[in-house]
């Protein structure tokens, strides 16, 4: 099993605005490259093992990047 997680210089927990939470760690669950609009994009799936808060920016479920 892989983990990744994203660090803060502040020592406390911040969470981003896309709900990524700082010093928390997530699952690697997999790692994909596609093409989209002629470019080729690195998509890392990541589960939240709190079960709680989840990524809402680009590529996240319900996102118009699914559509395009």
Known sequence: MCICSLHNEKGKEIESAEGI?????FSLLSVNEIEHL???LRLCKIRNPWGHKEWTGPWSDGSR???V
């Open 38 to 40: 002629g470019k080729v």
């Open 65 to 67: 990047e699914w559509t």
């Open 21 to 25: 939470v700082s010093d928390h760690a």
